[in-house]
Protein backbone atom coordinates (compact mmCIF):
# COMPACT_ATOMS: atom_id res chain seq x y z
CA UNK A 1 0.00 0.00 0.00
CA UNK A 2 1.44 3.01 -0.91
CA UNK A 3 0.13 6.58 1.04
CA UNK A 4 1.08 9.84 -0.56
CA UNK A 5 0.11 13.71 1.49
CA UNK A 6 0.11 15.87 -2.34
CA UNK A 7 -0.87 19.17 0.57
CA UNK A 8 -2.29 19.53 3.77
CA UNK A 9 -2.79 22.71 5.60
CA UNK A 10 -5.65 24.98 5.59
CA UNK A 11 -4.14 26.38 1.80
CA UNK A 12 -5.12 23.12 0.50
CA UNK A 13 -5.57 19.22 1.38
CA UNK A 14 -5.00 16.30 -0.75
CA UNK A 15 -4.49 12.73 -0.39
CA UNK A 16 -3.66 9.29 -1.92
CA UNK A 17 -3.77 5.90 -1.50
CA UNK A 18 -3.38 2.77 -3.80
CA UNK A 19 -2.76 -0.87 -3.16
CA UNK A 20 -3.38 -3.92 -5.90
CA UNK A 21 -3.97 -1.67 -8.69
CA UNK A 22 -7.12 0.16 -6.93
CA UNK A 23 -6.00 3.85 -6.40
CA UNK A 24 -8.63 6.60 -4.85
CA UNK A 25 -8.10 10.25 -3.90
CA UNK A 26 -9.41 11.90 -0.71
CA UNK A 27 -10.13 15.78 -0.92
CA UNK A 28 -9.57 18.17 -3.77
CA UNK A 29 -8.64 20.83 -1.91
CA UNK A 30 -5.31 21.85 -4.51
CA UNK A 31 -6.22 22.24 -8.10
CA UNK A 32 -6.09 19.75 -10.69
CA UNK A 33 -2.80 20.65 -12.18
CA UNK A 34 -1.15 20.76 -9.11
CA UNK A 35 -2.51 16.82 -8.20
CA UNK A 36 -1.98 15.86 -11.81
CA UNK A 37 1.31 16.88 -11.42
CA UNK A 38 2.57 15.93 -8.01
CA UNK A 39 0.93 12.80 -8.72
CA UNK A 40 3.14 12.06 -11.86
CA UNK A 41 6.42 12.90 -10.16
CA UNK A 42 5.66 9.60 -8.26
CA UNK A 43 4.70 7.32 -11.39
CA UNK A 44 1.28 7.81 -11.12
CA UNK A 45 -1.76 8.99 -12.84
CA UNK A 46 -4.89 10.29 -11.64
CA UNK A 47 -6.76 10.20 -14.14
CA UNK A 48 -6.77 6.25 -13.34
CA UNK A 49 -7.63 6.69 -9.54
CA UNK A 50 -11.06 4.62 -8.83
CA UNK A 51 -12.93 7.34 -6.70
CA UNK A 52 -12.66 10.98 -4.63
CA UNK A 53 -13.79 10.85 -1.77
CA UNK A 54 -14.30 14.04 0.06
CA UNK A 55 -14.30 14.35 4.14
CA UNK A 56 -15.97 17.44 4.75
CA UNK A 57 -16.99 21.20 3.35
CA UNK A 58 -14.58 23.29 4.45
CA UNK A 59 -13.08 25.19 1.12
CA UNK A 60 -9.93 23.72 1.76
CA UNK A 61 -10.80 20.07 1.36
CA UNK A 62 -13.64 20.51 -1.57
CA UNK A 63 -13.26 23.68 -3.46
CA UNK A 64 -12.18 21.84 -6.45
CA UNK A 65 -14.23 18.72 -6.07
CA UNK A 66 -16.02 19.60 -9.44
CA UNK A 67 -13.09 19.83 -11.90
CA UNK A 68 -11.79 16.41 -9.85
CA UNK A 69 -14.99 14.74 -11.15
CA UNK A 70 -15.21 16.65 -14.55
CA UNK A 71 -11.55 16.67 -15.63
CA UNK A 72 -10.35 13.25 -14.05
CA UNK A 73 -13.60 11.31 -14.45
CA UNK A 74 -13.87 10.60 -10.95
CA UNK A 75 -17.01 9.23 -8.88
CA UNK A 76 -17.37 11.19 -6.56
CA UNK A 77 -18.19 9.57 -2.94
CA UNK A 78 -19.59 12.25 -0.50
CA UNK A 79 -22.62 12.93 2.44
CA UNK A 80 -25.36 14.53 1.08
CA UNK A 81 -25.02 17.32 3.62
CA UNK A 82 -21.92 18.05 2.47
CA UNK A 83 -22.44 18.24 -1.12
CA UNK A 84 -25.73 20.94 -0.23
CA UNK A 85 -22.88 22.81 1.82
CA UNK A 86 -21.05 22.98 -0.51
CA UNK A 87 -23.03 23.93 -3.23
CA UNK A 88 -23.83 26.72 -0.98
CA UNK A 89 -20.01 29.15 -1.79
CA UNK A 90 -19.78 27.13 -5.15
CA UNK A 91 -20.30 27.02 -8.98
CA UNK A 92 -20.04 23.36 -9.15
CA UNK A 93 -22.44 23.22 -11.83
CA UNK A 94 -23.39 19.60 -12.92
CA UNK A 95 -21.68 16.67 -11.67
CA UNK A 96 -23.33 14.04 -14.02
CA UNK A 97 -24.44 10.66 -12.48
CA UNK A 98 -20.86 9.66 -11.06
CA UNK A 99 -22.10 11.39 -7.44
CA UNK A 100 -22.32 8.36 -4.90
CA UNK A 101 -23.83 9.67 -1.41
CA UNK A 102 -23.56 7.95 1.86
CA UNK A 103 -23.62 8.26 5.45
CA UNK A 104 -21.22 8.59 8.31
CA UNK A 105 -20.73 5.69 9.63
CA UNK A 106 -20.89 3.48 5.85
CA UNK A 107 -18.19 1.22 4.53
CA UNK A 108 -18.13 -0.24 1.20
CA UNK A 109 -15.78 -1.97 -1.36
CA UNK A 110 -13.60 0.40 -4.36
CA UNK A 111 -11.45 -2.63 -5.98
CA UNK A 112 -9.30 -4.43 -3.12
CA UNK A 113 -10.04 -1.92 -0.90
CA UNK A 114 -12.64 -1.85 2.21
CA UNK A 115 -13.74 2.41 2.73
CA UNK A 116 -14.86 2.94 6.29
CA UNK A 117 -15.84 6.43 7.61
CA UNK A 118 -16.36 7.55 11.17
CA UNK A 119 -17.81 10.65 11.95
CA UNK A 120 -15.86 13.46 13.51
CA UNK A 121 -16.80 16.55 15.68
CA UNK A 122 -15.14 18.81 13.38
CA UNK A 123 -17.42 21.77 12.63
CA UNK A 124 -18.11 20.96 9.44
CA UNK A 125 -21.74 19.67 8.92
CA UNK A 126 -21.51 16.19 7.93
CA UNK A 127 -17.49 15.04 8.55
CA UNK A 128 -16.32 12.15 8.35
CA UNK A 129 -12.63 10.71 8.48
CA UNK A 130 -11.72 7.51 6.15
CA UNK A 131 -10.16 3.90 7.01
CA UNK A 132 -8.56 2.35 4.23
CA UNK A 133 -8.44 -1.74 4.36
CA UNK A 134 -6.70 -4.00 1.00
CA UNK A 135 -7.24 -6.98 3.12
CA UNK A 136 -3.73 -6.99 4.75
CA UNK A 137 -2.86 -3.19 5.59
CA UNK A 138 -5.19 -0.13 7.72
CA UNK A 139 -4.20 3.02 6.86
CA UNK A 140 -6.06 6.14 8.45
CA UNK A 141 -6.61 9.44 6.78
CA UNK A 142 -7.45 11.33 10.35
CA UNK A 143 -7.84 15.35 9.50
CA UNK A 144 -9.53 18.04 10.84
CA UNK A 145 -11.17 15.91 13.96
CA UNK A 146 -12.29 18.46 16.10
CA UNK A 147 -11.14 16.38 19.25
CA UNK A 148 -10.30 13.19 20.43
CA UNK A 149 -14.00 11.67 20.40
CA UNK A 150 -15.33 8.31 21.74
CA UNK A 151 -13.99 5.54 19.89
CA UNK A 152 -11.21 7.05 18.30
CA UNK A 153 -8.19 5.18 20.17
CA UNK A 154 -10.06 1.82 19.64
CA UNK A 155 -9.60 3.05 15.40
CA UNK A 156 -6.42 4.32 15.95
CA UNK A 157 -5.21 1.13 17.60
CA UNK A 158 -6.58 -1.33 14.65
CA UNK A 159 -4.41 0.86 11.99
CA UNK A 160 -1.11 -0.37 10.26
CA UNK A 161 -0.02 3.61 9.62
CA UNK A 162 -1.79 6.87 10.08
CA UNK A 163 -2.38 10.59 8.87
CA UNK A 164 -3.42 12.70 11.52
CA UNK A 165 -3.94 16.14 11.82
CA UNK A 166 -0.90 18.12 14.23
CA UNK A 167 -2.79 21.63 13.76
CA UNK A 168 -1.08 23.35 16.00
CA UNK A 169 1.80 24.42 19.23
CA UNK A 170 -0.33 25.73 21.94
CA UNK A 171 2.35 27.93 23.07
CA UNK A 172 2.56 29.74 19.44
CA UNK A 173 -1.41 30.02 18.69
CA UNK A 174 -1.75 31.30 22.51
CA UNK A 175 1.11 33.98 21.76
CA UNK A 176 0.25 34.08 18.04
CA UNK A 177 -1.28 36.92 15.78
CA UNK A 178 -4.89 35.23 16.18
CA UNK A 179 -7.68 37.22 17.56
CA UNK A 180 -9.79 35.68 20.96
CA UNK A 181 -12.44 33.98 18.76
CA UNK A 182 -10.33 32.54 16.48
CA UNK A 183 -8.22 30.86 18.92
CA UNK A 184 -11.10 29.67 21.04
CA UNK A 185 -12.60 28.03 17.77
CA UNK A 186 -9.79 26.36 17.01
CA UNK A 187 -8.62 25.08 20.56
CA UNK A 188 -12.56 24.50 20.79
CA UNK A 189 -14.08 20.88 20.43
CA UNK A 190 -15.39 21.93 16.66
CA UNK A 191 -11.57 22.90 15.46
CA UNK A 192 -8.16 21.19 15.51
CA UNK A 193 -6.04 18.53 17.31
CA UNK A 194 -2.71 20.26 18.90
CA UNK A 195 0.60 18.50 18.41
CA UNK A 196 0.44 17.74 21.91
CA UNK A 197 -3.13 15.96 21.67
CA UNK A 198 -1.91 14.34 18.45
CA UNK A 199 1.62 12.97 20.43
CA UNK A 200 -0.24 11.31 23.54
CA UNK A 201 -3.06 9.70 20.74
CA UNK A 202 0.21 8.31 19.09
CA UNK A 203 1.76 7.14 21.98
CA UNK A 204 -1.34 5.31 23.53
CA UNK A 205 -2.34 3.88 20.53
CA UNK A 206 0.31 2.56 18.09
CA UNK A 207 0.48 -0.86 18.99
CA UNK A 208 0.40 -2.15 15.27
CA UNK A 209 1.28 1.37 13.72
CA UNK A 210 4.56 1.41 11.41
CA UNK A 211 4.52 4.79 11.06
CA UNK A 212 2.83 8.41 11.27
CA UNK A 213 2.49 11.23 9.24
CA UNK A 214 1.57 14.61 11.06
CA UNK A 215 -0.88 17.13 8.55
CA UNK A 216 -2.12 20.09 8.67
CA UNK A 217 0.10 21.97 10.22
CA UNK A 218 -0.85 25.79 10.65
CA UNK A 219 1.18 28.17 8.87
CA UNK A 220 1.35 30.86 11.81
CA UNK A 221 0.76 28.72 15.12
CA UNK A 222 3.08 25.58 14.38
CA UNK A 223 6.18 24.67 12.49
CA UNK A 224 7.27 21.07 10.53
CA UNK A 225 10.28 20.61 13.34
CA UNK A 226 8.11 21.18 16.39
CA UNK A 227 4.95 19.21 15.52
CA UNK A 228 7.55 16.25 15.12
CA UNK A 229 9.65 17.09 18.12
CA UNK A 230 6.69 17.46 20.34
CA UNK A 231 5.36 13.48 18.91
CA UNK A 232 9.02 12.43 19.04
CA UNK A 233 8.88 12.55 22.51
CA UNK A 234 5.80 10.77 23.11
CA UNK A 235 6.80 8.14 21.28
CA UNK A 236 10.54 7.87 20.95
CA UNK A 237 13.16 7.26 18.35
CA UNK A 238 12.11 4.06 16.70
CA UNK A 239 9.09 5.12 15.37
CA UNK A 240 8.63 6.43 11.80
CA UNK A 241 6.99 9.69 11.96
CA UNK A 242 6.41 12.10 8.85
CA UNK A 243 5.11 15.46 7.97
CA UNK A 244 2.70 16.40 5.32
CA UNK A 245 3.86 19.94 3.27
CA UNK A 246 1.86 23.05 2.60
CA UNK A 247 3.37 23.22 -0.61
CA UNK A 248 4.63 20.24 -2.13
CA UNK A 249 3.81 16.03 -1.69
CA UNK A 250 5.29 13.92 0.40
CA UNK A 251 7.45 10.94 -0.92
CA UNK A 252 5.58 7.97 -1.09
CA UNK A 253 5.20 6.62 2.13
CA UNK A 254 4.73 2.39 1.88
CA UNK A 255 3.29 -0.50 4.34
Request: net charge negative.
Amino acid sequence: MDVIVLQSGSNGNCFFVASGGTQIVIDAGISGRCAESRLGDHGYEIRESAALLITHDHRDHAQNLGIFHRKFKLPVYITERTLLQVRRWSNLGQLGEGIRHFAAGDAWQIGNMTVSTIPTPHDGVDGVAYIIDDGQRRVGILTDLGHEFDGLRDVLRSLDAVVIESNYDEQMLEHGPYDAGLKKRIRGPGGHLSNREAAELLRDTRVRMKWACLCHLSEENNRPDIAIETSRQAVGEEFALYVAHRDRATDVMRL
